[in-house]
Structures are given as structure tokens and as C-alpha cells.
């Protein structure tokens, strides 16, 4: 791998634990001013610090992320799609590479969407993406991103995440299930889970990112279980400490109980 390629991904992945802890703001792509994210600044502000990197779509990091922030950036250039419109996997990309460039970002973002009516295009995307990309080391993180009616199954989050590694993704990110051993066995590069919708308690999220390290995810790309909390810095701290210090979930709901009274 390239001197460049491998720094970018160095900056996401910390050298130190093999790690990373990504905070996902890119929801208003498709779902528009998710609750939490209407400001987006506002909610960026206080956890930036604590990410390992930012993942935004050019709209809000322009609009709302200090450029002197030290925190890499992981750009969400796909899109053209949204929850009200006519089949959400119906997905382009929609920053530049240029752009990508000019903003100085660490690793790009798309999503494939395997199963779908618009598999083909947005495996096309992929690849085409990473032609691209390779030219000036940039990586590309694959989202293995899960229609309405699909399934979240070992079986098929092991494909997804094979057939992105396999069309050039660097880091893929995809979700937790059950055997999710298997997914990490089937992919060759780096996995990253994403969260999903706020769980019901704060310990169900310690422990669904105890199991992805467990299994052999090397982080998290977490938004809304994160900035949705109540207590969103004290959230950030407790799953980073799950992830580069190997804290259990009991742990790691300690540390939270003691962040939220600061
Ligand atoms: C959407 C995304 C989101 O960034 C992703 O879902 C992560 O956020 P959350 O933890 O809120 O699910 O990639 O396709």
C-alpha cells in the first residue's frame, strides 16, 4: 500500500490500539434534520474531540465542523436518495473526488446496497470509487447499508462486507448480529459497526460494542447512540474506553454514571 493511502487510514485507525472510534453525523443525507442533528454544530462541538475521526457529508462539514479541527474527516459522498422518495437504494455519488481533495479528508464513505433493485449501480459505484480514489491514496469506507425488508443476518452481512472488500474497499462498516464472527472472518479488511437506532438502555450499547471488539470489529462508525443521549459526552468517553482499553460493558457504565454527574 502507498505511503499516503496508508497514512490517511493511520489517522482513522489508531496505530496504538489498531482501533477506532468514528462518529457518524452524515443521517441528514437521506433522513434530513434527524432529532439531535438539526443543529449539527451543536451536537459536533462538545464530542469532536473524542472521535477518532468524523464522518459528515460535505453539507455539514462545510456548514458546521471548525477547519481547524485536528480530528480526521470521513467524507459521506454518496447519496441522492431519501426516506420519502421512491426506493432509498437507489444511491449516486454525489461529492467529487476533487471535493473530496479540497476538503482534505481522510477516507471517503459510500454505501452498497446488496439485494436491492439497485445492487448493480451501487457496486458499480463502488468500484468505480475506488479507480478513482486509488490515484491519490485516499481510501474508501464501504457501508453495507440494509434495505426496508432485508435481513440482518450473518449470512448476508458476511457477503455484503466480502463483496466490498473484494471491489476495493479499505474499511468496511456494517452492522452487529449474531456470528458476527463469521462476518469478520469472511472480510479482509478492517470492520467498523455502525449503531443503528437508540437502543433502549445505555449497557445494550456497551455491550453490542463489547461484542463487535470481541468478535473482531476494530471499532465503531456510531451516531445516533451516541448524540441521541442524554448524556452524549459521557456516551462518547464510555465506548471509546470499550474500545481502545478493552473496558467491559459493566465498566464502561461505571465511567458513564461517573461522566454524567461532571
Ligand atoms: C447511514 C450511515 C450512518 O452513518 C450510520 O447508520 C451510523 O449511524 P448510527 O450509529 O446512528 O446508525 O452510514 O447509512
Not at 490500539?17 to 443543529?39: I, K, Q, W
Request: hydrophobic share 40%.
Amino acid at each position: 500500500m502507498d505511503w499516503g493511502m496508508q497514512n490517511r487510514i493511520s489517522q482513522i485507525i489508531k496505530p496504538k490500539t489498531g482501533r477506532t472510534v468514528m462518529l457518524a453525523v452524515d443521517h441528514g443525507y437521506f433522513l434530513g434534520p434527524t432529532s439531535h442533528l438539526e443543529n449539527a454544530k451543536k451536537t459536533i462541538e462538545p464530542l469532536i474531540e473524542y472521535a477518532d475521526a468524523l464522518m459528515p457529508a460535505r453539507g455539514v462539514l462545510r456548514a458546521d465542523v471548525d477547519p481547524g479541527t485536528s480530528t480526521p474527516i470521513v467524507l459521506r459522498v454518496s447519496g441522492g436518495n431519501s426516506i420519502v422518495g421512491e426506493d432509498l437504494t437507489r444511491e449516486g455519488i454525489t461529492t467529487s473526488v476533487e471535493d473530496a481533495l479540497r476538503l482534505n479528508v481522510a477516507a471517503v464513505a459510500m454505501s452498497i446496497y446488496v439485494g436491492s433493485k439497485y445492487e448493480h449501480q451501487t457496486l458499480m459505484n463502488l468500484g468505480n470509487l475506488v479507480n478513482e480514489c486509488e490515484r491519490y491514496g485516499m481510501p474508501v469506507v464501504a457501508v453495507t447499508a440494509v434495505g426496508k425488508d432485508m435481513v440482518r443476518d450473518a449470512r448476508y452481512l458476511a457477503l455484503c462486507c466480502r463483496i466490498a472488500a473484494e471491489l476495493g474497499a479499505k474499511i468496511v462498516k456494517t452492522y452487529y448480529t449474531d456470528d458476527f464472527q463469521t462476518v469478520v472472518e469472511g472480510c479482509p479488511v478492517p470492520i467498523v459497526v455502525a449503531g443503528g437506532k437508540q437502543m433502549n438502555t445505555e449497557m445494550d450499547v456497551f455491550e453490542l460494542v463489547h461484542s463487535a471488539i470481541s468478535e473482531g470489529a476494530v471499532g465503531v462508525d456510531m451516531g445516533r447512540n451516541i448524540w441521541q443521549n442524554e448524556y452524549p459526552v459521557a456516551m462518547i468517553k464510555a465506548v471509546r474506553a470499550i474500545v481502545h482499553e478493552n473496558f467491559t460493558p459493566r465498566k464502561a457504565m461505571d465511567l458513564y454514571n461517573s461522566e454524567k454527574e461532571k
